[in-house]
C-alpha cells in the first residue's frame, strides 16, 4: 500500500449531517491509500457510515451538509480543491465512478438501457457522438454479460440482476480511475450474486480496474478484496491486505467479526459481540468500541491514533502501541 | 429403468410415526388477477410439498428469496389456506380445524416473523406484547402472568426484567426487538416454533447471538422448530435436517452434514458453489454457478423447474418429465432425474 502516482489517498475525510437530534459524525477522520490496479473492501456493520463515506468521496452530498472536509487525492491531484463545477465535470463518472447502492431500482424507467449506459460519455467524456458512444456502450455492456438484445430494452424489461450489471456497465464506461461498488450485490439471489462477482473479477483483470467495494457481509467482501479496511463508527479502524486480514485480523472488533460469521465449510465456535454500536450523534470520547471490547484497559478512555505495524498494516488499537513502527 | 427407490409424492408413505408434524402434498396457489376479477392464471408458491418434523427436532428449509418459503410457512400456521394437500400436528388433521380447536392450534406453534420492525405494533409496550397472547389463551391470574412474562424474558436475556417491561419497540435495538418477538413466541410454552428469516434483518455480530438463543431454547424445552433461511452458511450451526427449496417445490432434504458435504441435486450444488466462506484466495478463482434466474411462479417451465439453468440437464427427460422424488442414499431424497438408476442403499 505503498503512495503511488495513479492511487487514492484520502486524509482526514469528515462528513457529518445535521438533524434535528444533533449532529450525525457519519464519517469522522478517514484515512485510506489505495494502490490503482487494486481492490480495497470496506467492511462495517449497518449504519457505520459506509454509503456516506462512498458519497463523500464522489460529493454526492445531501442539503443537510454540517461539515464536509479533508483530502482526497487521486494521484497527485486534490479534488477536494476543485470546486463543484469542476467536480462535476472533471471528476464524478470520468476519474470516480460509483454503482450506488440498490443501483438497480435507481436507473431511469424511461430511457433504453445502452443510452443510460453511455450517458457519462457523453455529459462528461470523450465523445460528443452518439453512435460511437453507444458502440461503447454495447462493448461494456456485453463485457459484464448484458446480451446485446437486453442492451436495446428499458429496464423494467430486465431482471434485477441484468439491471445491476448494466448499473456496473454504466461506471465502468468512461474508464475512471476509481470505481466505488457499494453493497453491488446484496439486493440479488444468492447464484446472481456470485456470477456478478464473477464479472466484477475478470473485469477488474482485463481492465486493471480499481475498486472499492462497500459491503457488511464479509464473505463475500473476500471475493474480490487485495487490500481490506474495517469501518466502526464512522472511522476505519483497521487497514491490512486480504491476505493479512482474512488470516489474522488485528483489531479486536475485527476479529469478533470475523468470529461471527457462520462458515460452510468448516465448523467453528460462532462468536458475537454484546451491545451495539454507539450512536453518531455523540460517540465515545476514547475508542468508540470501547465499552465492547473484552480487552479494553485504562488506555482505551483515550481515543487511539493509527498505528503502523507488521509490514505496514495499520490499526487503530491502543493493544499495537509497543510494536508500533511509527511514532 | 430400475426405479427401485422412487418414494411416490403425495401418498405420506414417509411421514414419521413420531411426527409432531406431517405436510403431505401441500399446495398453496394464489390466483393472479387482473383488474381485480378476472382470474388469469396463478402463483404457485407452494407446489406439492411433503415433509415431517419430529418432536422437538430442529430442521430448516433454505431457498432464495421468491422460492416459496413465507408462503409454506403461512400456510403452516393456518394464515394461508392450502388449495390442496393436508397438513397433521400431533396426527390431528388441522386444515379443517376450526373455533376452539383453532386456538389451541395457535397455541402450539409460534411464529417469529421476519421483520421485527414490522411485527410488533409500535404503540404497546414490551409488557403489553408478552401479555396479549396469555390474555387471549385465558391466562387469567395477573400474577400467574407476571411470573410468565419474566421466565421468557430470562429465556431470552433480556434481564434485569424491569429495565425493559415499560419499553416501546422504537427503543430497543434491532436485536432486542427480535428477542421481544421470540419471548412472544415462546411464551404459550408451544410444541413448535416457526422462524421465517428470524436474523435476515439483523448485523452479523447479533445474529449468532439470536440463532444462539434460539437453538438453546428449541433443545432445553424440546420444541420444533422450523428455521426458514435463504443463509445456507447457518444451518450447520442450527439445524439438524436441511430442506431446500427451489420454484415451490422441496428439491432434496437430508441430514445436514450429509447433505453440507454429499450434495445430490444440481442446485443445491450451485448454492454451495456459490456461497463464499471468508477467505483471500477466492478473490483469485472463478465461481461455477449457472446462469439464469430462478422462474417465475405463475409460469414454471415444463418438467424439472430446474432444467433451463442446469448444467447436467438430460435432454427428452428433464425438460419434459416431472422428477419423482428419489432417495439416492439412505435418508438423502432428491426431486432429481439423475438418481433414477441409483439404487436406495
Ligand atoms: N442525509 C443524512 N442525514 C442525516 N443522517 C444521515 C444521512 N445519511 C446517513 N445518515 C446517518 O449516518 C449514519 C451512517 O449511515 P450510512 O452511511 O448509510 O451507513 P451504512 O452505509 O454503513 O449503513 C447513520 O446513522 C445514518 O442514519
Ligand atoms: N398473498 C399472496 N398473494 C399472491 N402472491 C403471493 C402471496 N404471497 C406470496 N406470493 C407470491 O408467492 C411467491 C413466493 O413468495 P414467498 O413465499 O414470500 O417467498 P420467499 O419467502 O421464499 O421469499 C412470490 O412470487 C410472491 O409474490
Ligand atoms: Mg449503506
Ligand atoms: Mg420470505
Redesign the pocket.
Known sequence: MAHQSSGLTVEDLYLH?R?RRGV?Q?VDGVNLTLDSGRTLVIV?E????????SRAILRLL?R?VHTYKGSIRLGTTDVMTFNDELFRREVRWVRIAMVP?AAMNALNPVIRIQEQVAEPLLVHGSTQDLDEAIDQARRMLRMVGVPQDFAERYPFELSGGMRQRAAIAMALVASPDLVLLDEPTSALDLLTQANIMNVLKAVKQDLQSTFIL?THDIATSSELADDAAV?YAGQIVELSTADQFFRDPLHPYSQKLMASVPTLREKKTLEFIPGQPPS?LDPPKGCRFADRCEARFARCSEEPPVFTVRGGRRVKCWLYESEATDG | MAETAVVPQGTGQDSRPDALLAVKDLHTWFELRKWGFIRTGWVRAVDSVDFSLAAGEAIAIVGESGCGKSSLAKTILGLNTPTRGQIFFNGRRISHLTGREGEWYKSQIGYVMQDPYGALPPFMSIRRLLEEPLLIHGVKDPAERHERIVEAMTQMKMTPVDDFLSKFPHMLSGGQQQRVVIARAIILKPKLIVADEPVSMLDASVRVEILQLLRGLQRDMNIGLIYITHDLSTVRYFSERIFVMYAGRLVEEAEVDDLLDDPKHPYTKALLEAIADPDAGNASVYRKVPGGEPPSLANPPSGCRFHPRCPVMIKGLCEVEDPPRFEPTREHKTLCWLYREVSGE
Do not use: E, H, W
Open positions: 449531517f438533524t450525525v457519519a462495517g449497518s449504519g457505520c457510515g459506509k454509503s456516506s463515506l445531501p443537510n447502492q462497500i469501518m453518531l
